[in-house]
T-cell receptor
Framework: KQEVTQIPAALSVPEGENLVLNCSFT??????LQWFRQDPGKGLTSLLL?????REQTSGRLNASLDKSSGRSTLYIAASQPGDSATYLC?????????????FGGGTRVLVKP | DAGVTQSPTHLIKTRGQQVTLRCSPK?????VSWYQQALGQGPQFIFQ???????QRGNFPDRFSGHQFPNYSSELNVNALLLGDSALYLC??????????????FGDGTRLSIL
């Protein structure tokens, strides 16, 4: 059974500092790994999707890495801004299961202080 | 291009009642998945519908059932509501043939509160 863990559960940084969010998974047989952002009381917004064959994916100030062999992904957010305050979730669809059921981590709640 | 839409946004029910939540997928998507998200936790997969059939199911009791219509929209039904069913219910849509390399799109969810 796939298990996804995100540590830390919460993070507080001053504006301008780089953010490093961690995600680990137990089963490396995955199609891809997805990072989402969730604002309070809202749905999930897709940030980045890394294919299982990729090592890295970038979008603006966001960079995500994937190391399947060690079961880890890291999301980097450069020069954090107060608007980056949200909960960040990682999720994987396992190859062993048909379809694209996602297994989520518990999320990291980020607060960027002005 | 409309994204995933869910209705209603909020709902208050009492224990033992039944509830129906609705979801319209993003234009062009044919697969709908439902997730339950308790406060402070990550979403948990309930089930997935494709071609009007339930294709995958998570670890949820039979009180949770669903339906997909020919226009790909979907409903989630929960019977005999329990206090523990209070959560944010999220709908996600995707295109089945490209699920391995395309992200799922989520709606804003329905906040269900059980009194």
């Amino acid at each position: 059974k796939q298990e996804v863990t995100q540590i830390p559960a919460a993070l507080s940084v001053p504006e301008g500092e780089n953010l490093v969010l961690n995600c680990s998974f137990t089963d490396s047989a995955i199609y891809n790994l997805q990072w989402f952002r969730q604002d309070p009381g809202k749905g999930l917004t897709s940030l980045l999707l890394i294919q299982s064959s990729q090592r890295e994916q970038t979008s603006g100030r966001l960079n995500a890495s994937l190391d399947k062999s060690s079961g880890r992904s890291t999301l980097y957010i450069a020069a954090s801004q107060p608007g980056d305050s949200a909960t960040y979730l990682c999720a994987v669809p396992p190859i062993k299961a048909a379809g694209n059921k996602l297994t989520f981590g518990g999320g990291t709640r980020v607060l960027v202080k002005p | 291009d409309a994204g995933v839409t869910q209705s209603p946004t909020h709902l208050i029910k009492t224990r033992g009642q039944q509830v129906t939540l609705r979801c319209s997928p993003k234009s062009g998507h044919d697969t709908v998945s439902w997730y339950q998200q308790a406060l402070g936790q990550g979403p948990q997969f309930i089930f997935q519908y494709y071609e009007e059939e339930e294709r995958q199911r998570g670890n949820f009791p039979d009180r949770f059932s669903g339906h997909q219509f020919p226009n790909y929209s979907s409903e989630l039904n929960v019977n005999a509501l329990l206090l523990g069913d209070s959560a944010l219910y999220l709908c996600a849509s995707s295109l089945r043939q490209s699920y391995s390399n395309q992200p799922q799109h989520f709606g804003d969810g329905t906040r269900l509160s059980i009194l």
